[in-house]
């Protein structure tokens, strides 16, 4: 069955850098593409960012361009959001899950399946 399990969430301060890892098992991985999400307390969870696990190719939303990066290790099956430059603005739970839909770029949420139990990420000011 397909599993994706978050990890690497933490405290850290604004300015800090964090890298999460959203391990998969139990789908064919090139086929799919990976959305990171995050979800703010009292608000909509919400893209952050997308990676096609065939091509590499990655999407941002425009809140974290040029701080954020995704990458992947096909060997591991395993998928990273390195966040940078972090402010409390990037606080929430973050969560991984997938989709086979061409229009995976858009990062709806509700595009998206086979949600991870997700990772806290704290950033104080």
């Known amino acids: 069955q397909v599993q994706l399990v978050e990890s690497g969430g933490d405290l850290v301060q604004s300015g800090g850098s964090l890298r999460l890892s959203c391990a998969t098992s139990g789908f064919e991985f090139n086929y799919a593409a990976l959305g990171w999400f995050r979800q703010a307390p009292g608000k909509e969870r919400e893209g952050v960012s997308v990676?096609?696990?065939?091509?590499?190719?990655?999407y941002y939303a425009d809140s974290v361009k040029g701080r954020f990066a995704t990458s992947k290790d096909d060997t591991k099956r395993t998928v990273y959001l390195h966040m940078s430059d972090l402010t409390p603005e990037d606080t929430g739970d973050y969560y991984c899950?997938?989709?086979?839909?061409?229009?995976?770029?858009?990062?709806?949420?509700?595009?998206?399946?086979?949600w991870g139990p997700g990772t806290q990420v704290i950033v104080s000011s």
């Open positions: 899950a997938i989709t086979y839909t061409t229009d995976y770029w858009t990062m709806f949420p509700e595009r998206y399946g086979n």
């Open positions: 990676i096609h696990l065939g091509d590499g190719i990655a």
